[in-house]
């Protein structure tokens, strides 16, 4: 069956960079787009950023500069890259495939 | 970027009965293939996300069918024909027609 689980560090220093994974299976990632969706404690769902089946990624306008998606197909892995990260990116951070969703993984940014 | 505007951003009902929540859009999500990319979401609390309803009516595996979505062009329903208490949470819209997609800012489902 379709499976997501996100992975990184829960904790990352002001100004670096965050490195997540989302490591599916289930499916082909040539196939189907991922999508990126975050959620600050007590808010609601931002759409980050996807990569279609094709491999061409669109982001959110406001976190464009900062962020980069791309994969690895023959791992069935997507990577999320965000740099100088400020403590408004503390964060549950998913991925999904529009119909399934990751657990999420906590990413609190603190020094 | 298209902006999805939710209403109510509240919501309390009694067990069995009908709501509905609306889903307006600042631009009209047909695409040119004819085509409207709309989703709703729930999220129960402490949860992740799960998909209700696609391409605006259509419903996703598994959901109980007393969750239907309706609407065209700007203007989308989701609708809950007798709530029932696992149905509290925070349900979302999201387009997926023109990026970046966006999401709707959420509608608190309360039970009294």
């Known amino acids: 069956q379709v499976q997501l689980k996100e992975s990184g560090p829960g904790l990352v220093k002001p100004s670096l960079t965050l490195s997540l994974t989302c490591t599916v299976s289930?499916?082909?990632?040539?196939?189907?787009?991922v999508i990126w969706v975050r959620q600050p404690p007590g808010k609601g769902l931002e759409w980050m950023g996807v990569?279609?089946?094709?491999?061409?990624?669109n982001y959110n306008s406001a976190l464009k500069s900062r962020l980069s998606i791309s994969r690895d197909t023959s791992k069935s892995q997507v990577f999320l890259k965000m740099n100088n990260l400020q403590t408004e990116d503390t964060a549950m951070y998913f991925c999904?495939?529009?119909?399934?969703w990751g657990q999420g993984v906590m990413v609190t940014v603190s020094s | 970027d298209v902006v999805l505007t939710q209403t109510p951003s509240t919501l309390s009902a009694t067990i069995g009965q009908s709501v509905s929540i609306s889903c307006r859009s600042s631009?009209?999500?047909?695409?040119?293939?004819?085509?409207?990319?709309l989703y709703w979401y729930l999220q129960r609390p402490g949860q992740s996300p799960q998909l209700l309803i696609y391409?605006?009516?259509n419903l996703g595996s598994g959901v109980p069918n007393r969750f239907s979505g309706s609407g065209s062009g700007t203007d989308f329903t989701l609708k809950i024909s007798g709530v029932e208490a696992e149905d509290l949470g925070v349900y979302y819209c999201?387009?997926?027609?023109?990026?970046?997609?966006?999401f709707g800012s959420g509608t608190k489902l309360e039970i009294k």
């Open positions: 999904s495939t529009f119909d399934y």
């Open positions: 289930g499916f082909s990632l040539s196939s189907y787009g």
């Open positions: 990569i279609w089946g094709n491999g061409n990624t």
């Open positions: 631009q009209s999500l047909l695409d040119s293939a004819g085509n409207t990319y």
């Open positions: 391409l605006v009516s």
């Open positions: 999201m387009q997926a027609t023109h990026a970046p997609l966006t």
